[in-house]
């Protein structure tokens, strides 16, 4: 006689056991969750769901790609969301993706015009290598949770950008280039949650006249990338230097921006760049 743990309990093992919701493991995640929807059909309606969780759109030059992006949307996923899920015959219908990835490492600039597809409040909008124009903001681009993964931007500045965003409460920077105090001063008041991974600090900039009150913000974390020490080296110049910055950055940052319930984290740390990204976003609870 085979013996069996309850349902629930299985699906628990399972979606520990998945690959993570993360750029780098989208494809083992996929063919994780697909293998098991034909293990076993009380598999099938939880897996199925799980596979409308991640969306990866991929730049082809092709003169129509971005009308193949928009009937693709509208196939797959539909324009019509709403909070529930709906399970017609096991299979989830109508679902913004948790996950939203726009990589532009392969073909430059070519998502320049792109309109964002269907985002909800919940979706994690994931830009990544990307150079954005003003074309790009021209449509309904207002995320809540947004993570920009080395991103540049030619006209506007992202400081102007950021500026566009009235609904956004958590923002992941991860080596963008642009001064660190231009974008502090363009957080919007809806903002709760904030994460700055560098590797260096560009403070150059005059503080402002008036700071920015944030009410809402309950986390500002700034990490620090540092490249690996010599574990038998002794304590350099090199080392106080960082010290010193992380103390001025910290009397910049806390008069720059006026959050009375705030808590604000200065961090250094020899991970690789992508590992220390990787606990940033776990630790907000963006990758599970």
């Known amino acids: 006689m085979r013996y069996r743990l309850p349902l629930e309990l299985e699906l628990t093992i399972l979606e520990f056991a998945a690959p993570p919701l993360a750029f780098d493991c989208l494809h083992d995640r996929v063919a994780f969750l697909i293998n098991v929807s034909l293990a076993h059909r009380f598999f099938t309606a939880w897996a199925q769901e799980r596979l409308h969780d991640q969306f990866l759109y991929t730049y082809r030059p092709r003169s129509n790609e971005h009308e193949r992006l928009k009937m693709r949307l509208e196939a797959g996923f539909g324009l019509g969301y709403d909070s529930r899920t709906d399970l017609r015959g096991g299979i989830a219908a109508d679902r913004t993706p948790r996950v939203l990835y726009i990589d532009d490492s392969v073909e430059g600039d070519r998502c320049a015009r792109f309109e964002v597809g269907p985002v909800s409040s ?167």
């Open 122 to 288: 919940e979706t994690v909008l994931f830009l990544r290598y990307m150079e954005i124009f003003r074309d790009v903001y021209d449509g309904d681009f207002d995320p809540h949770q947004l993570v920009m993964d080395q991103c540049w931007a030619s006209e506007p500045s992202l400081r102007q950008l950021l500026l566009r965003f009235h609904r956004l409460e958590t923002l992941v920077l991860f080596q963008v280039e642009e001064t660190l105090l231009s974008m502090m001063t363009a957080l919007p008041t809806t903002i709760r949650r904030v994460q700055i991974l560098q590797h260096d600090i560009d403070i150059d900039d005059d503080p402002p006249a008036v700071p920015n009150v944030l009410s809402r913000l309950d986390s500002f974390t700034f990490v620090w990338l540092k490249s690996s020490p010599d574990s038998e080296s002794e304590p350099s110049a090199s080392d106080v230097s960082y010290c010193d910055a992380l103390a001025n950055l910290k009397q910049t940052v806390e008069s720059t921006i006026v959050a009375p319930r705030c808590i604000f984290k200065y961090l250094q740390t020899t991970k690789s760049p992508e590992d220390a990204l990787a606990d940033a976003l776990a630790e907000l609870g963006l990758a599970p």
